[in-house]
């Protein structure tokens, strides 16, 4: 079990990664190490989100917004028949699309969205999904992590899209200090070479849904050992907070642990 601190890997949230941070040779070899076990444990990682087309992956991604691609690809199927290409989705009313995606969280918003993408895509892009981050961002419902995967899986551009299983276990194996997705992202593309980010972050995500449970009590604060070929001997004890909300609630539980405060509980116990 490494109790390494998780040192200051992250770059700034503003821009793409720089090479001029410098990361520590032991983190290296460690990221090497990872690396080459994620080869070893999922050599060919499908995507997980079913689709026939640059845009079913594109309509995919949006939908998987705050929901689990098995809910996504339960939804589908029926959704793609009714509009497999950007012509057929912009054409159908936003209230037909929401009664398609009904059964996953934000579907108003996300209906609108699929909607509104299409729009633009036959009206600007003549129904093609764009090649650039810039034109990808633009479209509606499509953020960093939406734009990177279609970056990466529709077009091969190098990208390195992070999501909840990503950004959890690059702070456990202290391969990042970030709290939003662009700075583990920054973070993860100086660590690891360009040659493999397309690949990395699906491995990843698989080795996460088995291994990297956001339940799990870090073995620092009284958990056990983090399980997982990976997590066993890369897991830090005590790994940074993956959210600003976490990071001021272990600022503060530390701030009580300095002033000998007690909460509430505990003095009631006392008297």
Request: hydrophobic fraction near 35%.
């Amino acid at each position: 079990m490494s109790s390494r601190a998780a040192g200051t890997v992250s770059a700034s949230a503003k821009g793409e990664a720089r090479a001029s941070v410098t990361v520590d040779p032991a983190l290296r070899s460690k990221a090497e190490k990872i690396r080459k076990q994620l080869d070893e444990l999922h050599p060919d990682p499908p995507i997980p989100l079913d689709h026939e087309s640059p845009f079913q992956l594109l309509c995919a991604v949006v939908l998987s917004a705050q929901t689990t691609d098995k809910a996504v690809n339960q939804i589908t199927p029926e959704l793609f028949s009714a509009a497999p290409n950007p012509s057929a989705m912009a054409s159908l009313e936003v209230t037909r699309i929401q009664e398609l995606i009904r059964n996953i969280g934000l579907y108003r918003n996300k209906a609108k969205f699929l909607s509104e993408l299409s729009k633009k895509l036959v009206e600007d892009h003549n129904g093609e999904v764009p090649d650039t981050r810039k034109d990808l961002e633009a479209l509606p419902g499509v953020g960093t992590k939406t734009a990177s995967v279609i970056l990466s899986q529709v077009h091969g551009i190098p990208s390195f899209p992070v999501d909840t299983h990503i950004h959890r276990l690059a702070c456990r194996w202290g391969l990042s200090t970030g709290t939003t997705v662009k700075q583990v992202e920054n973070d993860l593309k100086i660590i690891f070479p360009e040659s493999e980010w397309n690949s990395l972050h699906l491995q990843i995500i698989y080795y996460g849904r088995e291994h990297g449970q956001a339940h799990q009590k870090p073995p620092g604060k009284g958990g056990p050992p983090w399980p997982g070929p990976i997590c066993s001997w890369a897991g830090l004890d005590n790994p940074p907070m993956t959210t600003p909300a976490k990071k001021r609630r272990e600022k503060e539980e530390k701030k009580k642990g300095a002033d000998g405060s007690t909460s509430k509980r505990a003095r009631r116990k006392l008297l």
